[in-house]
């Protein structure tokens, strides 16, 4: 049967993520049934979640601040119970009020060295929430949390969809999910975004655990807000320690794996190096840029910094620099990790000059790792590239349209659902550790995820060349297609093969 596409004026984000599904199904002919299966989510999940925020101190505006110069200020002796945020508003926690002398007029405030404020009073609040449980035919639902307020239904099932090619490409026991709360976590404090995490996995307990779904970090969620969930979900089990697989990404002194907060960039990194050994290369001296300096973005940078790349322009949320002679990554870092950084942003970073945004793009490199948000890399983003290859480090970060200029310019692409595979790769090694408490060295780990990686990079490869074989490593002659396809085809068609045959040899449950 010939595999149909849902065509319409204007196509979603999933819509346009199953491309790549529909020409990889077409292409190896997958069995009908197992395609009508895998359109669509198993379950979609969508809930409304409510927490009582605090009062804050938002700054007044230039005009406002003329009618209260003469103010006097105010002396807040606990100076740490004003909770600065990313948006430039402060919490106000109660024991601020501890030996503090308050000066208010109409509600406003001035604070020493940060200027004048309105006291707002806190309120509850209600956010959306997902949680998308895509495929199950391979092993538990597996997939990140994402917070952030440009997230949607639609969005959320490409992601999940994404999730259940990658765990079968990297050749792990899971299916796919993935899920979130539209929320901007830059608006809010540590305690609120953690009764956020309290309530969404409340409502979700009965819908995930360490053999039904398992999630893990992803956009703005951390080590810390993967030790709440465990909390909240194991919270008067009678065997907590038997369910600290429930979620991955934790913290290694609470059950985490070593290697797991580099794992993403990492993989991103064996990618990079096959890529390079296949051209009889090396990555020394290669120049780079990096979109995104959160977890992905900087654990490449790091990498391929120590293995003697040049990291020439980086882009964050916030700006972009770029320097010829190689950022000093170490510095970088450091710069974003400042005490008066909130934004943990690369922005203002004096090792480096400013650049647009399109110029960053157009930099003299040979390599480009997308690692921020999806959609980055669209045609005309691609048109300017001058790079040899981009590396998908994050989800879906080329449109259809970049992906055809990247075929037509002859730019190499390593896919997302390889490429960034070695964070749920190691999410697998953590979850192992935690069913059998043990507990593995980072060599070990690293081991272990490089042979993952590169093997299954190859038979990508063999696929996409049309070169099956059997090397020491693996076997693609299972793969070939019969003819040379893209790399994204490539990786879709390995992923429809290893899910079809469990449809396949298992049957359809009735
Ligand atoms: P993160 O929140 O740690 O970092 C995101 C970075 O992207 C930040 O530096 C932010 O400033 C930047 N960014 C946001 N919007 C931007 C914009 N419009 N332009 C430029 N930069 C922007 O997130 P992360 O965990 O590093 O994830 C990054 C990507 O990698 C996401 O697509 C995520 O789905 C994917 N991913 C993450 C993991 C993981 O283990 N964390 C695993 C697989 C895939």
Redesign the pocket.
């Known amino acids: 049967m010939k595999a149909t596409r849902k065509d319409g004026p204007r196509k979603s984000i999933f819509d346009e993520s199953m491309e790549a599904f529909y020409r990889a199904a077409d292409l190896i002919h997958l069995n009908p049934r197992v395609q009508l299966e895998l359109e669509e989510p198993d379950f979609e999940h969508i809930f409304y979640i409510t927490i009582e925020t605090r009062d804050r101190l938002v700054p007044l505006t230039k005009e406002e601040e003329g009618h209260f110069k003469d103010l006097p200020a105010s002396s807040v002796k606990a100076g740490e119970a004003l909770e600065p945020l990313a948006n430039g508003q402060l919490v106000l926690h109660r024991r601020a009020l501890l030996k503090a002398d308050f000066t208010l007029r109409e509600g406003v405030i001035r604070i020493p060295k940060r200027g004048l404020f309105r006291i707002e009073k806190g309120a509850p609040k209600k956010f959306k929430a997902y949680r998308i449980q895509y495929n199950q035919v391979r092993g538990p639902y597996k997939g990140?949390v994402?917070y952030h307020k440009d997230v949607s239904l639609d969005l959320f099932k490409a992601?999940a969809a994404d999730m259940t090619w990658k765990t079968a490409i990297a050749d792990i026991p899971f299916g796919g999910a993935k899920g979130g709360v539209r929320i901007d976590p830059s608006a809010y404090s540590k305690e609120e975004l953690e009764h956020v995490t309290l309530r969404f996995i409340y409502k979700l307990k009965n819908l995930i655990g360490p053999y039904v779904d398992i999630p893990?970090?992803?956009?703005?969620t951390?080590p810390e807000i993967m030790a709440i969930m465990m909390r909240q979900f194991t919270d008067g089990a009678r065997m907590p320690h038997a369910e600290r697989g429930v979620v991955t990404?934790k913290d290694v002194r609470i059950g985490g794996s070593e290697g797991r907060a580099k794992?993403?960039g990492q993989g991103t990194v064996y990618c990079l190096e096959e890529w390079a050994r296949w051209r009889g290369e090396s990555l020394a001296g290669k120049r780079v840029i990096v979109?995104?300096?959160?977890?992905?973005?900087t654990a490449s940078a790091e990498i391929l910094h120590a293995m003697g790349a040049r990291i020439v322009g980086v882009?964050?949320?916030?700006g972009c620099v770029a320097n010829e002679k190689g950022i000093d990554v170490p510095a970088l870092l450091s710069h974003c990790g400042g005490p008066e950084n909130l934004r943990?942003?690369i922005d203002g970073f004096p090792g480096a000059s400013k650049v647009s945004?399109d110029d960053f793009w157009k930099l003299d490199a040979e390599i480009a790792i997308p690692?921020?948000?999806?959609g980055?890399i669209t045609g005309d983003v691609a048109e300017g590239l001058k790079v040899q290859v981009v590396a998908e480090?994050?989800?879906?970060?080329t449109t259809s349209d970049g992906d055809q200029v990247l075929r037509d310019r002859k730019i190499d692409l390593i896919p997302?659902i390889i490429c960034?595979a070695g964070?749920?790769t190691v999410s697998y090694y953590e979850w192992l550790q935690n069913l059998r408490m043990e507990h593995w060295t980072e060599a070990e780990v690293n081991n272990r995820l490089e042979r993952a990686i590169k093997a299954n990079y190859g038979i990508i490869h063999d696929i996409s060349q049309d070169t099956p074989q059997k090397t020491p490593l693996y076997d693609s002659r299972r793969f070939a297609v019969g003819q040379k396809v893209d790399p994204r085809t490539a990786a879709m068609a390995l992923a429809l093969r290893r899910i079809e045959a469990h449809y396949l040899l298992e049957g359809f449950s009735q």
């Open positions: 990140g994402r992601l893990a970090p992803d956009v703005n951390n990404g794992a993403t979109q995104g300096f959160g977890n992905v973005g882009m964050d949320a916030y943990r942003t945004r690692a921020a948000l999806g980055a480090a994050a989800n879906g970060p997302d960034n964070g749920v």
